[in-house]
């Protein structure tokens, strides 16, 4: 099953520029995760949320969480080429993590 | 945190053929999870592989397809078999330590059927 359903697919933006992506879910969760995966490479962890958290922050990402709607949105302030990659959410599901589709970003020099 | 290391990182098989992926963690961990990403689509689990049981296989995985070892805490291997081209992918293997949901990845393996 494929719980995470991020939005948009693909997203380019101009280096300096926020990118925001949203995360949306069907069941309940105690945790959502946002990963990175840069092209051909295994997946980085980012962050993760936990289901009575409503904010984060970490470094220049900043995750909400919004539990009334099974949604969730990474934030990346003031883009960098290094930051093109793929995001995916992820939430556990009988102690098992089930991955998004993804976001591929591309950040445009 | 867990160092996760991936042989071969790439591979051409030729179809009808297998490919043994090995999986090294550089610490003891209970579970170790095997993905499948096919190009350009996101992850999907193909089994669970703890230690001294057998592996538990997701809805359109099966062992004979992709037989797991799991011999001790810091090893596994999975066995992509019987190779067709629809198995060209990245194989990934991952790792919860701490059972915090946190998963640390190897750097994949990316195979190529011809």
């Known amino acids: 099953s494929q719980q995470g359903e991020e939005d948009p697919q693909a997203l380019s933006i101009q280096e300096g520029e926020n990118a925001t992506m949203n995360c949306s879910y069907k069941t309940s969760i105690n945790n959502l995760q946002w990963y990175r995966q840069n092209s051909g490479r295994g997946l980085v962890h980012l962050i993760l949320i936990r289901s009575n958290e409503r904010e984060k922050h970490s470094g220049r990402l900043r995750v909400t969480l919004d539990t009334s709607k099974k949604s969730s949105s990474l934030l990346i302030t003031a883009s960098r080429a290094a930051d093109t990659a793929s995001y995916f959410c992820?939430?556990?599901?009988?102690?098992?993590?089930?991955f998004g589709k993804g976001t591929r970003l591309h950040i445009l020099p | 945190s867990a160092v996760i290391s991936q042989k071969p990182s790439r591979d051409i098989c030729q179809r009808g053929t297998s490919l043994t992926i090995q999986c090294q963690v550089d610490s003891q961990v209970t579970m170790m999870f095997w993905y499948r990403q096919q190009p350009g689509q996101s992850l999907t689990l193909i089994a669970t592989a703890n230690q001294g049981s057998e592996a538990t296989y997701e809805s359109g995985f099966v062992i004979d397809k992709f037989p797991i070892s799991r011999p001790n805490l810091t090893f596994s291997t999975l066995t992509v078999s019987n190779l067709s081209p629809e198995d060209s992918s990245i194989y990934l293997c991952s790792v919860d330590v701490g059972h915090t949901y946190e998963q640390y990845f190897g750097p994949g393996t990316r195979l190529t059927v011809t």
């Open positions: 992820a939430t556990e599901e009988d102690d098992k993590i089930i």
